[in-house]
């Protein structure tokens, strides 16, 4: 593929002189093309959170509580495994064609997702609409990297901030409130979570397919890695299986020892296919060659798993400790993200005036570390507001990360390679995302069945207790009394039955409740403090970590000017044409290769081995000490 053919895009409009190089983008048309990305953002950030409070009615319906993880795995792994491909690809091919895939994949993931009759069902489901919002974040942020300049970037994320922050908001109050409603039109209230997404996925589909217009350097056009794929998810799924289903199997257990094995096994083909690859590969080997880039890619794994990991928890605590309904649960989260909306805001506004970034990840992950450890410590009896108050803190810290690491991720590495770098950094924070998600589940229910039949067999003396289980034994709803019964026989492992419905806490009586919430908290803090101990591998790695110069031209700016300075090396290492006469000079030794040259050479012929005019440019034969060309 030549140079010439590598540049992509529409013609810019008239009137848009300052359209006409790639990244050359008035402010007006910069907000144009940002307003098909916001939409699509707002698509992946509302479905994130809507769903992060509704998936505890949800699993309750579906009568698989304990299988939740499932839920979030799912979608998880496929968004984490096509991540890079789209990054990939977008790099050689536009990153319109497969935005628009993206959100395509999404909206008939989330219409499939509002059919599902069993947690298995909606697993699958979620897996697919994965496919799509593995390419709505890192397309988004890619295509800003390409338009605008690094230390330019703060002015702009403003509007991302507001939608995400509105998404953010939004998604808690609407995942409560369709999920708190029987029904709606008919429909049961927890479906509305992703049947909400067609509408705004076609909306988003029309202004993309209309506005997503600028001017890309596209890199060469390879074969595609999908052996690497097929390598990576071999490699990723089994482990992440092994993480969420160790638990019951039990960690040594043979069918976990054989995802490991499979895992390992699928990580060694992918790196020996991504090595021999190169630069058609994935992730091209040679970005990890880059110390700065590398320690980056710890932090995001790190980082991921901390965000998501608390991202899951704390609704848990607010719905099934507190006590709190979906539309509450998601009103409580609110601290945490004006945390980071504030954060986020002050970060990118102190970037863009000093174009200084390293001071944020290291105020960010403090706090994350600090927060966690802290919150280890909380219980049912911890007053609401200082809850709240350490989420507040945690997306703070969350805050300070994000944007930061994202830009550095884009900054460190050639303009060519913006669809790499931008999802290089999504896919190894949604990796620690989803083995966060699957280990600190993991842990959670792990302790939480002997968590509660110690708590339960604590308050089982006491005649408060005793009293609660005959009221239980006595109740009208089957489930309680059965629950009751249960108890009453002496059988404190009869407690396991709220790990598939949490609903039923509610209904319990008083005594037999709060030993239950008891054992709960306990095992939240166990995960709070494993979060915290992981936070340190990112505090040491930020604290490590060299600080590159910003940028100060956009990536598709940046990736022009690397094009023509190649064009204009490839100009300079050209072979010369040559005549007959200077290749008999050429075949001659060197002993009479003066005086052929002057028999050859006519008035104004050059010589041997020089181009016209480059008087600066080494002989091709290459020369001895005398100036005379080497035969």
């Known amino acids: 593929m030549s140079h010439d053919a590598a540049i992509s895009g529409t013609k810019p409009k008239a009137g848009a002189a300052d359209a006409t190089e790639p990244g050359g983008l008035s402010h007006r048309q910069i907000l144009t093309i940002m307003g098909g990305l916001m939409i699509g953002m707002f698509l992946a950030a509302l479905d994130q959170t809507i769903v992060s409070t509704a998936i505890r009615t949800i699993a309750d319906d579906l009568q698989g509580y304990s299988l939740q993880a499932w839920v979030t795995t799912a979608y998880l ?79 702009y994320q403003g509007y991302f901030l507001a939608v995400f922050g509105t998404s953010s908001v939004l998604g808690p109050v609407l995942g409560g409130l369709f999920a708190g409603q029987d029904s709606i039109l008919f429909i049961t209230g927890w479906r509305w979570v992703f049947l909400v997404n067609v509408p705004i996925g076609l909306i988003a589909l029309v202004v993309v397919f209309k506005v997503l217009d600028y001017n890309q350097i596209k890199g060469e056009r390879r074969r595609l890695d999908w052996w690497g794929a097929l390598a990576l998810a071999i490699g990723v799924v089994p482990l992440l299986i092994a993480a969420e289903q160790g638990r ?22 992918f790196i020996s296919v991504e090595k021999a690859m190169g630069e058609a590969a994935i992730i091209p080997l040679r970005v990890f060659k880059n110390r700065i880039f590398s320690q980056g890619i710890v932090i995001s794994v790190v980082i991921g798993a901390v965000m998501f990991g608390a991202i899951s928890i704390l609704p848990q605590y607010f719905q099934v400790i507190r006590g709190s309904s979906p539309t509450v649960a998601g009103l409580q989260l609110l601290p945490m993200v004006v945390g980071l909306m504030s954060a986020s805001i002050l970060s ?150 709220v790990l598939n419905d949490t609903s039923i806490i509610a209904k319990l009586p008083g005594a037999i409740a709060a030993p239950i919430k008891d054992g709960f908290a306990d095992s939240m803090d166990l995960v709070f403090l494993s979060v915290s101990l992981m936070s340190i591998i990112a505090l040491i790695a930020v604290f490590t970590w060299k600080e590159v110069p910003l940028r100060s031209g956009s990536g598709s700016q940046a990736a022009a000017q690397d094009l023509a300075d190649a064009k204009a090396l490839d100009a300079e290492s050209a072979p010369v044409e040559v005549s007959p006469a200077e290749s008999v000079v050429a075949a001659v030794p060197a002993a009479d290769h003066g005086r052929h040259e002057a028999d050859a050479a006519g008035p104004g012929r050059h010589e041997v081995g020089r181009a016209p005019g480059a008087d600066n440019v080494p002989p091709l034969g290459g020369t001895d000490h005398s100036g005379r060309h080497e035969a």
């Open 77 to 155: 792994i496929t968004s984490t495994i096509v991540t890079p491909l789209y990054g990939k690809l977008s790099d050689m091919y536009g990153r319109k064609p497969f935005f628009m895939t993206a959100i395509t994949l999404f909206i008939i993931g989330s219409l499939l997702c509002s059919t599902a009759t069993s947690m298995y069902e909606l697993a699958g489901y979620r897996a697919l609409q994965g496919l799509g919002a593995g390419g709505l974040f890192s397309l988004a942020l890619t295509i800003i990297g390409d338009i605008v300049p690094p230390r330019e970037r703060a002015k």
């Open 248 to 269: 019951e199997w039990g960690w040594g257990d043979y069918k976990t020892v054989v995802c490991y094995i499979i895992g390992v096994v699928g990580i060694a083909a």
């Open 348 to 497: 990118g506004q102190t970037i863009s005036r000093t174009g200084r970034y390293k001071i944020f990840p290291m105020i960010g992950v403090v706090l994350i570390t600090v927060v966690t450890f802290l919150m280890h410590y909380v219980s049912v009896a911890t007053p609401l507001w200082l809850v709240m108050l350490m989420a507040f803190f945690l997306g703070f810290g969350l805050g300070n990360l994000m944007q930061p690491l994202t830009l550095a991720m884009q900054n460190v590495l050639p303009a060519k390679d913006m669809g790499i770098s931008t999802s290089s950094a999504t896919f190894f924070r949604q990796i620690g995302g989803t083995l966060g998600v699957a280990v600190f589940f993991s842990v959670l229910f792990s302790a939480m069945g002997p968590n509660i039949k110690d708590q339960i067999e604590k308050a089982a003396p006491s005649a408060e207790f005793r009293q609660g289980i005959a009221q239980a034994a006595a109740s009208s709803d089957p489930s309680v009394a059965q629950f009751g019964q249960g108890l009453a026989s002496g059988n404190a492992g009869a407690s396991g039955g």
